[in-house]
């Protein structure tokens, strides 16, 4: 390919159309000079990669944390830039957006393009990875129509961490490099550890959203790559027999962060460590919990476009409208005193979905209990789900889909929101959810416990409490939080109202958590600085490798 190929413009039709809740918002520019910090001064400029971004494409909260947390490090003056692989259903929206700008990228495969867009509702720039023969298929990010892994999504995400290398190395052909990279989950874990040994390269900071998903993939897959033989080692990204993309980023990065403080210090033990934690237990002193936050421009029953009847703190009597609404729409029985509970997410063991479907005949025994679910995910799951829908017929609703509005309507509209995760290290629906005063049920793990305070007697009377929570993740518990719900919502409206309040006066702005990453910036920077970024004498069984 001509390294020197001139750069393509292409002038397409329309802006990229973008849900209810970003169209008409975008953010107006303002004072982009971060506050005088002398270490901070020299990390202007942040290159975020990542393998969703909202509204572009979302199989889950990563998507939504590449939108916003971006958005909040713009408003506190960074030179922040997104770069996301074009996926087909990217590529059909990005058609539509005016004055899309084309690179040829040097010393890349045939046919590989950077597409340069912005981000809806705001003018943050997003570089769209463009290989048709890697991303331009049917499906989402990670599977086919048909919900199997692509066979080479080992190829897909190393062709993205090089990418991402080049682009970090100032060799995209943009004339522009940054000073942090911020690489998420194990999509982009490649690219740290091609990094290493690069002089001119930023500063890394990788963001574990889960460590569940890890990319691992067998040793003939890492040959086949041409990577780096020094990558195959305990100490590097080899991992029981496998290469783990994840451990790219956990090894090599400056910096480690995760989604909230629980799961940071759950992470470094056996139950939630996956076979890690003796990886990051040696590198706890690199390890921070920064809890995702909430864009209450788009999330906020005081002004949300997508529900029924606005409401808040002084017109509480309004959700009922809401309610009322999303009754009608789901099919279920019209009646403003049953209790309305919904879940919202993935049908995957993670969310404890299996707890659900385990305690619905005794849940839905209470004819004033009524159950909403939305999601996608197991197959199984999924039919489980419908039979018993029609078995409760105008007492239980399933949309087996992925609708961002109804989303809103369903949090809207409910009284309790459901989250029985086995894990989360963050969440975000119980974040929506306290917003719009419905009370989160969950299981104490993650960000969940960091996030919702249960509802004892003396956080009822103190008015801490948001929420009900359960320790161990099994049927029994859940209905009993549930029961507990149930129970306060039925006994006195005057304390669920002030639980509903409770929650609804929460701030867990993008803000808060952008000022934490603008420290841990600072953190991998001067680890960068310093020149040990990565701990290459690790010790054998605290590796996370086959020596363990």
């Not at 393509?8 to 107006?28: A, G, M």
């Not at 305990?234 to 403080?261: H, Q, R």
């Not at 249960?454 to 409490?465: E, F």
């Not at 719900?485 to 002030?498: I, N, P």
Request: net charge positive; hydrophobic share 40%.
């Amino acid at each position: 390919m001509n390294k020197k190929t001139p750069v393509e413009k292409t002038v397409l039709q329309d802006q990229i159309p973008s849900d209810k809740s970003v169209k008409n918002q975008k953010r107006k520019t303002r004072d982009r000079t971060p506050a005088r910090n002398t270490r901070m001064d020299v990390n202007r400029s942040i290159l975020f990669a990542a393998s969703e971004v909202y509204p572009f494409v979302k199989t889950g909260g990563l998507a939504d944390v590449a939108c916003y947390l971006p958005m909040a490090l713009h408003d506190l003056g960074f030179d922040i830039r997104i770069v996301l692989p074009a996926y087909r259903c990217v590529l059909d929206q990005v058609k539509k957006t005016r004055n899309a700008t084309g690179f040829q990228v040097p010393e890349t495969r045939d046919r590989t393009k950077l597409l340069q867009t912005t981000l809806p509702g705001s003018d943050i720039i997003v570089y769209l990875v463009d290989a048709p023969d890697l991303y331009d298929r049917p499906g989402d990010p990670y599977q086919g129509p048909d919900r199997m892994d692509w066979p080479d999504n080992a190829g897909r995400f190393a062709f993205f961490g090089q990418m991402i290398r080049q682009i970090s190395l100032n060799k995209a052909g943009l004339n522009w490099a940054p000073d942090v990279l911020h690489c998420n989950d194990w999509h982009t874990g490649l690219a740290p550890a091609l990094l290493a040994q690069d002089a001119g390269r930023p500063a890394i900071l990788f963001a574990i959203h889960t460590l569940s998903y890890q990319g691992l993939f067998p040793r003939q897959t890492f040959t086949s790559l041409d990577l780096p033989s020094g990558l195959w080692t305990p100490e590097a990204m080899e991992f029981y027999g496998n290469m783990s993309f994840i451990k790219g980023g956990l090894v090599y990065a400056d910096k480690l962060v995760t989604v909230s403080p629980r799961y940071a210090k759950e992470i470094t033990t056996p139950e939630f460590g996956y076979g890690l934690e003796g990886l990051l237990q040696h590198r706890s002193d690199r390890l921070t919990g920064i809890l995702n936050g909430v864009d209450y421009r788009f999330w906020d029953p005081r002004h949300d476009p997508l529900i029924e009847r606005h409401y808040w703190l002084d017109n509480l009597g309004a959700k009922k409208i809401n309610k009322k609404s999303l009754q009608q729409e789901l099919g279920l029985r019209e009646n403003g005193k049953v209790i309305l509970l919904a879940c919202i997410g993935r049908l995957i063991d993670q969310k404890g979905i299996d707890l659900m479907l385990a305690g619905l005949t005794g849940l839905l025994q209470n004819e004033n209990i009524q159950l909403a679910v939305l999601g996608t995910g197991n197959a199984g799951y999924e039919q489980s789900l419908r039979t018993a829908a029609g078995n409760f017929a105008g007492q239980m609703a399933v949309r087996i889909e992925y609708n961002e509005s109804l989303a809103h309507r369903m949090i809207a509209g409910a009284d309790i929101l459901l989250m029985p995760s086995r894990f989360e290290p963050c969440g975000l629906t119980q974040l929506y959810s306290l917003r719009y005063g419905t009370v989160p049920v969950v299981c104490a793990t993650g960000g969940l416990a960091d996030t919702v305070v249960d509802a004892t007697d003396t956080s009822m009377q103190n008015h801490t409490a948001t929420g009900f929570q359960f320790v161990n993740a099994s049927r029994d518990h859940l209905l009993a939080a549930v029961n507990r719900a149930v129970t306060l919502f039925t006994a006195s409206k005057d304390r669920w109202r002030s639980l509903m309040r409770s929650g609804m006066k929460q701030d867990f702005c993008w803000a808060r958590s952008a000022e934490q990453y603008r420290i841990a910036y600072m953190d991998a920077s001067d680890v960068r600085t310093a020149g040990n970024h990565a701990d290459f004498a690790l010790k054998k069984g605290k590796n996370g490798g086959k020596n363990q």
